[in-house]
């Protein structure tokens, strides 16, 4: 069982930059293949990025390609989603999500059945 905690959710205005990150309490992140989604009120949860456990491959959203990065701290405790360009789109509750993958095949996987713990979400807000 792992618990995750996300945090750097904000309002912030159209255009503006802003970093999520993702934390487990207690343990490192380094066994796990981990993915950000978003869920907007009134719509179904979408996702955002993911990346391998090795950091190696990623993969994103078309809708944020170009804007959004997923990378992960050296030590592997924290997964960040760095987020430019925002869009009054974006706006939505942020949850970070972890499967465990001691043999490196999840891979960057977008699917979120893939994903086994998830966060409590942060919120962020674009305004126009």
């Known amino acids: 069982q792992v618990q995750l905690i996300e945090s750097g959710g904000a309002l912030v205005q159209a255009g503006d930059s802003l970093r999520l990150s993702c934390a487990a309490s207690?343990?490192?992140?380094?066994?796990?293949?981990m993915g950000w989604f978003r869920q907007a009120p009134g719509k179904e949860r979408a996702s955002v990025a993911a990346m391998s456990k090795s950091g190696g491959t990623t993969s994103y959203a078309d809708s944020v390609k170009g804007r959004f990065t997923i990378s992960r701290d050296n030590a592997k405790t924290t997964v960040y989603l760095q987020m430019n360009s925002l869009k009054a789109e974006d706006t939505a509750t942020y949850y970070c999500?972890?499967?465990?993958?001691?043999?490196?095949?999840?891979?960057?996987?977008?699917?979120?059945?893939?994903?086994?713990?998830w966060g409590q979400g942060t919120q962020v807000t674009v305004s126009s």
């Open positions: 207690g343990r490192t992140l380094s066994n796990y293949a």
């Open positions: 999500a972890a499967t465990i993958d001691p043999f490196g095949t999840a891979g960057d996987s977008l699917d979120a059945r893939s994903y086994d713990y």
